[in-house]
């Protein structure tokens, strides 16, 4: 909301630069978030928070300025508002007591509707209001001033001279100020004359009622609607106004009569009006409601050392009704408090006035308690060091993403979660898999000459997991790309992380999945369970993605290996023998696995053979067509015993042997 | 043999003290070390042995090897070298270094990881909890009514009629209090989403990190003292704060809470070269709002079974969006999520 220092300064009596004004308001709750000054005023821009509609007019921050200052609050005097005209009527009936408590109705006659005076004009231009006539611009006037929204019909086009607050019938329709035909339904309040709805209730008056320079007689509305009435209406409608954002947040019941006559001296003041009949109908007291205060219960919440006398001195600046400065301070909030309902509410304003920044500061008794990551937490931060140190960089995608980023992943599946209200339909849908917004992420870089890189993300991916149930995993997704990178490199990074993890008992099984390519993709089994998927990208995918480029990835759901990670250690001892190191080469049929030719060579040497690893995979001109040239680092090795060149030697010539009766290789 | 080992070892560390050049130590490595040199002669004569001392001597004939190749090594670290032959191997040091590869966790895990440490540090456990939350754990439970204004801060996306994505973590503050009694010291860090248009500063997505301590006699000045730590540990020192009376629906007395600018130190101008400039990071305020706490609202603790005359409690919760793009001078909140390495390579 818009004030500015001139106006403030009506009511209450500082004298205060608006930059000390604004910093104390600030530091008391009522945030300036920005502060224009000009030769003549200044403007401050106030943040109201959506607990105190008594702010949300000139005269409540006012009253705010008074409270910390302890200077008077100059509260408008209206003063002599006699009857003079008489032969005018109307009649009000509130149908709907609970919606509208309070209704009050005036009528101003012979009024000469009219540019405003300049004083008028400026101040409702200086906060960013179009003036509009002098009776317009009274009510908004007093709608700023007050808090308290207004409204002026002419009275001669209401039909049977009839105030009725009812809610609306089904079907109605009205067309209202701003040109707009709105549907009305019976869940809202409407104003109407004897024939049809006038106003929405708090909201905006129709057009044909509307004041124009024609008016002769206004009847001019202050009344007191229920604020989720309001707010409801205002959001069915898809229409919010001045009035309906005050009415939504509560407006002060008891103040409805005294902002009405304001506004009734005004235009007497200012449109030449003569005053008529007023009719007040409704409630016209709010519900007492006294609270008790503990000062020793303030000072235990607030850590402070207050006095009852200090504490009543700061409640009664705030126009509260305070009893005897004693330990318990019996606090009645005035009817424009209703937010005041409870002991913590006062102990707040106690510590608003006072300063948030006279508290001390102090270490809470609670701290002595160990801090604690769960164990999920810890591996995963574990897995992210692994990863980082095998040179890929982390990223974040979004987890709603295109429903058309799925279908081409190959992964729009029944169990999609999608969402109601969506801002676009980029991100209608709750991710399943972590692919495509690493493949949306490789492609932005690659389209920026980024040709080495290798990115991955641990995350959630969601679906639904019953009838309005669902589930949230944590996926791993590496991807690749770049001259080195291969189906191998992508493998290793993967044998990397679950062989620092503890996870024994992985294995890659050649499966075809839909988006890799047949033959260079697998599923990875951890165990007897599909942990996930791992190989090249089929380039009719990625071109589903506008990348034309090489991509290599794996996606492990993590959330299924988590039960399998086992990061405790345990020390063997150090080898007591140095092993025996023995190369072998071969040429094998193309189709020979290498986990065949392992698995034959440790059964044919014996358990002195500890390793058998793959060291080269070479093709070329000495190679046949259809086979492959393989070379083999074989170590030998007891842990109890030194081994003799004889038994090397021996287990040695099996395991070639082997090689050559089961798979026809040829030993080079 | 095992004293032909010995008297091997002394003859050559004995020669090896002696060496003045680089030239001398390598024509004594060949000596001993070479393919056709003293150690390996040694290993030869090992099959002459009796078979139950070959561990022994083999062992002996091990650490022989070691020690030479090691005395070698170190006293090559003390030769002075000059002349022709040291400058014909000398390299160009300001050739490039090799790096090994080393990848790097993404800015907003790094500040989350940061926050995380300081609350660790100072007992906190981390929480987690689900993001498809329910309107109960996202509104009700938190003090939220239906139909208030206040909602209007929150608006969230829906996916059915009663389950949302959580618009804040305070849910998991309401989780955990379901499950655990009182005393306890919780932050609970995570996604969270709100319907909001993207531009620089907004994000449909972002992160958050709430935080939570229940204990009998908790007080607003407890409150400050640790968020007084936290802002200290993670923005330096010379960071000043401050407290801004402000309006939460899950807690009171709120706060807001400001940190001295980090780029005009809180003098909300810059130094320039024609006196002073409006510093554009805190736009002249001298203050950055980054933080906002309270004490738990009682409601809060009635809704979880505590007795909210017997518990009391604070809470404050933080953008980490905001804090990393303090902490790094970032101005746009999309860069996070874009994921151009040129922008995630620089942390
Ligand atoms: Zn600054």
Redo the contacts with the bound molecule.
């Keep these: 909301m818009k004030i500015s220092y001139s106006w403030l300064l009506e009511y209450v009596d500082v004298k205060n630069s608006a930059r000390q004004i604004a910093q104390w308001l600030t530091m008391t709750g009522l945030e300036v978030t920005s502060l224009r000054e000009s030769e003549k005023d200044a403007i401050l821009e106030i943040e109201v928070t959506t607990n105190r509609p008594d702010w949300l007019s000139v005269l409540g921050i006012a009253r705010e300025v008074s409270a910390i200052t302890g200077k008077r609050l100059k509260v408008p005097v209206v003063g002599n508002l006699t009857q003079t005209v008489r032969d005018k009527q109307i009649k009000v009936e509130i149908n709907d007591k609970l919606l509208c408590p309070r209704y009050t109705a005036r009528i101003i006659d012979s009024v000469h509707v009219e540019p405003s005076p300049p004083w008028l004009s400026q101040r409702l231009q200086d906060i960013g209001v179009r003036p509009v006539n002098n009776i317009v611009d009274i009510t908004n006037f007093c709608l700023f001033e007050l808090g308290q929204p207004l409204h002026a019909f002419d009275y001669d086009k209401l039909a049977g001279q009839k105030i009725i607050v009812r809610r609306a019938k089904k079907g109605e329709t009205i067309m209202t100020i701003d040109g707009v035909k709105r549907e009305l339904d019976s869940d809202m309040l409407v104003i109407a004359d004897e024939k049809k709805p006038v106003a929405v209730a708090g909201v905006m008056g129709s057009l044909d009622t509307e004041v124009s320079l024609s008016t002769k007689t206004i009847l001019l509305e202050s009344a007191y609607f229920d604020p989720i009435s309001v707010r409801r209406t205002q959001r069915k409608i898809a229409l919010s106004s001045d009035s309906s954002y005050r009415f939504e947040r509560g407006v002060d019941l008891e103040g409805v009569l005294f902002a009405s006559n304001r506004a009734a001296k005004l235009a007497m003041d200012f449109a030449k009006g003569k005053i008529g009949l007023l009719k007040d109908v409704g409630t016209k007291v709010a519900k007492p409601n006294t609270i008790k205060l503990s000062i020793r219960k303030t000072n235990e919440i607030l850590g402070t050392g207050l006095s009852p006398v200090a504490a009543k001195k700061i409640l009664t600046g705030l126009g509260l009704k305070v009893g005897a400065a004693q330990e318990e301070l019996f606090v009645s909030p005035p009817s424009f408090r209703r937010d005041l309902k409870r002991e913590e509410d006062l102990i707040e304003e106690v510590a608003r006035i006072y300063g948030y920044d006279k508290i001390p500061t102090t270490i809470p008794k609670t701290i002595g308690h160990l801090g604690l990551k769960e164990p999920k937490r810890r591996v995963q931060e574990y897995a992210r060091e692994i990863l980082t140190g095998q040179g890929l960089d982390e990223v974040i995608t979004y987890s709603l993403v295109d429903k058309k980023d799925l279908e081409n992943a190959g992964l729009l599946k029944n169990d999609t979660v999608f969402i109601k209200n969506p801002l676009s339909s980029q991100q209608e849908a709750m991710r399943t898999s972590l692919i495509p917004g690493l493949l949306n992420a490789a492609r932005f870089n690659i389209n920026r000459k980024i040709e080495d890189f290798g990115i991955f993300e641990l995350s959630s991916v969601y679906s639904k997991a019953g009838e309005n149930e669902y589930r949230e995993e944590t996926n791993l997704c590496v991807l690749r790309h770049g001259p080195t990178a291969n189906f191998f490199e992508i493998k290793g990074i993967v044998e990397v992380l679950f062989e620092r993890l503890g996870i024994s008992g992985f294995d890659f099984v050649n499966t075809p999945e839909n988006i890799f390519y047949n033959g260079r993709s697998a599923k990875v089994m951890a165990g007897a369970l599909e942990a996930g998927v791992i190989g090249e990208v089929k380039k009719q995918a990625l071109e589903k993605f506008d990348i034309k480029k090489e991509i290599f990835l794996c996606e492990i759901k993590f959330e299924r290996i988590f039960s399998a990670i086992n990061t405790d250690r345990r020390f063997s001892g150090l080898p007591k023998f140095i092993p025996a190191k023995r190369d072998i080469s071969l040429v094998v049929e193309k189709q020979v696995s290498v986990r065949e030719l392992e698995t034959a060579m440790k059964e044919a040497a014996g358990e002195i053979l500890k390793n058998a690893v793959l060291a080269d995979e070479y093709y070329g001109q000495q190679i046949p067509k259809g086979k492959r040239g393989l070379t083999f680092s074989l170590e030998y090795c007891l842990s109890d015993k030194q081994l003799t060149d004889e038994e090397i030697e021996q287990a040695h010539s099996r395991a070639k042997k082997a090689l050559v009766e089961k798979f026809g290789a040829i030993i080079r | 043999m095992e004293e032909k080992i010995k008297s091997a070892q002394e003859q050559a560390l004995s020669e090896i003290s002696q060496a003045k050049t680089s030239d001398d130590i390598e024509l004594l490595r060949v000596k001993y070390l070479g393919r056709k040199g003293l150690v390996n002669a040694l290993f030869g004569e090992l099959s002459s042995v009796p078979a139950q001392d070959k561990p022994k001597v083999g062992n002996l004939l091990n650490r022989l090897k070691i020690a030479v190749s090691s005395a070698l090594d170190s006293a090559k670290g003390k030769t002075i070298d000059a002349g022709p032959a040291a400058a014909a191997d000398s390299i160009d040091v300001t050739m490039p270094g090799r790096k090994r590869s080393l990848g790097r966790l993404h800015p907003l895990t790094q500040t989350l990881d940061n926050i995380n440490e300081i609350f660790l540090n100072l007992g906190f456990k981390i929480a987690e909890g689900p993001e498809i939350e329910t309107i109960y754990y996202n509104f009700e439970a938190l003090n939220i009514p239906l139909d208030h204004p206040s909602r209007d801060a929150f608006d969230t996306f829906y996916i059915d009629d009663n389950s949302l994505l959580r618009s804040q973590t305070s849910t998991v503050q309401i989780r955990v209090m379901e499950k655990v009694k009182p005393p306890l010291a919780i932050i609970s860090p995570g996604r969270v989403f709100r319907p909001d248009a993207t531009d620089a500063s907004h994000s449909f997505m972002f992160h958050q990190v709430e935080g939570l301590m229940v204990d009998k006699d908790i007080k607003f000045s407890d409150l400050k003292g640790i968020l007084e730590i936290f802002v200290k540990r993670m923005f330096g020192e010379d960071t000043r704060m401050r407290f801004r009376p402000h309006f939460f629906p899950f807690t009171e007395p709120s706060a807001e809470v400001d940190i001295s ?10 130094a320039s070269a024609g006196g002073g400039k409006r ?10 709002e980054i933080l906002g706490a309270g004490m738990v609202h009682p409601n809060v603790f009635s809704a979880v079974g505590y007795d909210p005359k017997k518990w009391r409690g604070f809470a404050f919760g933080m953008g980490v969006e905001r804090i990393a793009m303090l902490k790094y001078g970032i101005d746009d909140i999309r860069l996070f999520f874009e994921n151009d390495l040129r922008f995630l390579r620089q942390f």
């Design positions: 600018c980090i780029i005009c130190k809180g003098k909300g101008e810059t510093c554009s990071v805190c736009g002249g305020k001298g203050w950055l």
